[in-house]
């Protein structure tokens, strides 16, 4: 069974930093395509924060561009999202996804880990 197992979430200040850890965990696990990191808000739609392809190309949403940092070790099947500079509007349920793993049981697509919630305080 494979799973995205996330961390590091917690209550944190305005203005301070937390550091989120993805792992993708299971047998078999031979490859992963892009990874991101989604956010959801009491009563909003989930949305992108960032995701990064298996080459390292990134991509941000404008509200966190410039604060947030992702980056991967392939070798660990982990994404990391370093966030700087919290806001309270940074509040949210956030989730790591995969967009593709290839196993050895074939292929998954979009998956989705479990959420850590990101609380930050004014």
């Known amino acids: 069974q494979v799973q995205l197992v996330e961390s590091g979430g917690g209550l944190v200040q305005s203005g301070g930093s937390l550091r989120l850890s993805c792992a993708a965990s299971?047998?078999?696990?031979?490859?992963?395509?892009?990874m991101g990191w989604y956010r959801q808000a009491p009563g909003k739609q989930r949305e992108l924060v960032a995701d990064?392809?298996?080459?390292?190309?990134?991509n941000y949403a404008d509200s966190v561009k410039g604060r947030f940092t992702i980056s991967r070790e392939n070798a660990k099947n982990t994404v990391y999202l370093q966030m700087n500079s919290l806001k309270p509007e940074d509040t949210a349920v956030y989730y790591c996804?995969?967009?593709?793993?290839?196993?050895?049981?074939?292929?998954?697509?979009?998956?989705w880990g479990q959420g850590t919630q990101v609380t930050v305080s004014s």
């Open positions: 996804n995969a967009d593709r793993l290839t196993t050895g049981w074939g292929p998954l697509y979009d998956y």
């Open positions: 299971g047998r078999s696990i031979f490859s992963i395509g892009a």
């Open positions: 990064i392809t298996s080459d390292g190309y990134t």
